[in-house]
């Protein structure tokens, strides 16, 4: 079975731009979740996704986005970009109801806003 | 609200010493704890999880035992190789909920 991927690896954006990162689910799962890692720091949720819909939302400001698709794939788009966003943005998939223990976690893209 | 407090780093050891990382938690319900390791460049790798008191978590020599008394989840090794060099994260989960608190990670380098 495939794992989780995440795309771009790594990519540089300037302060006010936007940002699409994509992630597609390991095989099987249903679920989406987006974490940020600053540096130096532990992930925190941002959001999860299931069924398309939002399913719970960390402390993150609107600007930041998801997207779930039929096939389970997902998208973060953060708007406005800033310098502390700046981090290494994890996705992780799940099959809804056998959280916490069947996370599978990709490699992440790093973003740097310059 | 749910939290996770573990050790500062950076902690250096040589190899075939013991390993302590202490992790201590706060939660409003009944936890879930693991580990999680991420090697450079790469992403969060389940280590070993606990998922009631008094459980012992254990993987690749890596051992943590679930202590409700003391909010506890230290993650120990008796004897380090230079490939568990990486950074350690304590994390904890609530029954029925879709996210992980973590720690703010501790990095472990072993020298030959």
């Known amino acids: 079975e495939t794992g989780v991927t995440q795309s771009p690896t790594h990519l540089i954006k300037t302060r006010g731009q936007q940002v699409t990162l994509r992630c597609s689910s390991q095989?099987?799962?249903?679920?989406v979740s987006w974490y940020q890692q600053a540096l130096g720091q532990g992930p925190q949720f941002i959001f999860q996704y299931y069924r398309e819909e939002e399913n719970g939302r960390g402390n993150f400001p609107p600007r930041f986005s998801g997207l779930q698709f039929p096939n389970y794939s997902s998208e973060l788009n953060v708007n406005a970009l800033e310098l502390d966003d700046s981090a290494l943005y994890l996705c992780?998939?799940?099959?809804?109801?056998?959280?916490?223990?069947?996370?599978?976690f990709g490699s992440g893209t790093r973003l740097t806003v310059v | 609200g749910d939290s996770v407090t573990q050790m500062e780093g950076p902690v250096t050891l040589s190899e075939e010493a013991f390993l302590t990382i202490n992790c201590t938690y706060t939660a409003t319900g009944y936890p879930s704890l693991f580990w999680y390791v991420q090697y450079p460049g790469e992403g969060l790798q389940l280590l070993l999880k606990?998922?009631?008191?008094?459980d012992k978590g254990s993987n690749k020599g890596f051992e943590a035992t679930y202590r409700k008394e003391t909010t506890s989840f230290h993650l120990e090794k008796g004897s380090v190789q230079v490939s568990d060099s990486a950074v350690y994260f304590c994390a904890l989960s609530e029954l029925g909920g879709n996210q992980f608190y973590f720690g703010t990670g501790t990095s472990l380098t072993v020298i030959p």
């Open positions: 606990a998922t009631k008191a008094d």
């Open positions: 095989s099987g799962h249903n679920t």
């Open positions: 992780a998939s799940s099959t809804l109801g056998t959280e916490p223990y069947g996370y599978t």
